[in-house]
């Protein structure tokens, strides 16, 4: 039906390659910056010490932008453990008490020590909660205590009454193992 002759195949490899070429273009002009934007992140180690990076430099003197990152990355910590944990559970509800005790904790957390640590960089909109997190006089280690148990059920749970999941030959997921299969050592 279609004439195939040899110019009409070199014709195809060549937009082939150039197609492959100006993708692999656009993957490496994205990349680049997100490279930059990472090394930049957080100047640490023996090679960029001395280095401006964002976080000193860009956020410190944005504290609004800084906590709207960090109650995004803790809104979205928080839909992933309640989606995500006890689901063996009906109804959903220890998900939910669960993943709004330890991201909680660990917020309160968070603004506490930068409260105590460094008060320029918490935003007056959060003064007024730091004041009340301080007023209750919660220490920073039972703050933390209360995040790392909360975490350590959540993963517990998950490892004890949610990973026991049969694969296709009725066994556990690890069917190579000996501690695994039905049959008996021999």
């Not at 100006?22 to 994205?30: E, K, P, Q, W």
């Not at 910590?77 to 904790?105: C, D, E, H, L, Q």
Request: a positive charge; glycine letters at 6%; aromatic letters at 12%.
């Amino acid at each position: 039906m279609y004439p195939c002759s040899l110019d009409n195949g070199k014709d195809l490899q060549k937009a082939n390659s150039q197609r492959t070429s100006n993708g692999d273009a656009f993957r490496i002009s994205l990349i680049i910056p997100i490279l930059r934007i990472a090394r930049r992140w957080n100047q640490t180690g023996q090679k960029h010490a001395g280095a401006s990076d964002i976080t000193k430099d860009f956020l410190s003197e944005n504290v609004n932008l800084l906590w709207f990152l960090v109650l995004f990355a803790y809104t979205d910590m928080f839909s992933r453990a309640v989606k995500s944990t006890f689901r063996n559970i009906p109804g959903r509800v220890a998900g939910f008490i669960f993943g709004f005790s330890t991201i909680g904790a660990a917020l309160t957390f968070k603004l506490r020590f930068a409260a105590q640590d460094t008060p320029d960089l918490i935003a007056n909109w959060l003064k007024p909660l730091a004041l009340c997190i301080e007023e209750l006089d919660m220490s920073l280690v039972s703050l933390a205590r209360t995040t790392f148990i909360s975490l350590s059920t959540i993963i517990l749970y998950t490892i004890l009454f949610e990973t026991r999941k049969k694969g296709p030959n009725g066994n556990l997921p690890f069917p190579s193992l000996p501690m695994y299969t039905k049959q008996p050592l021999t």
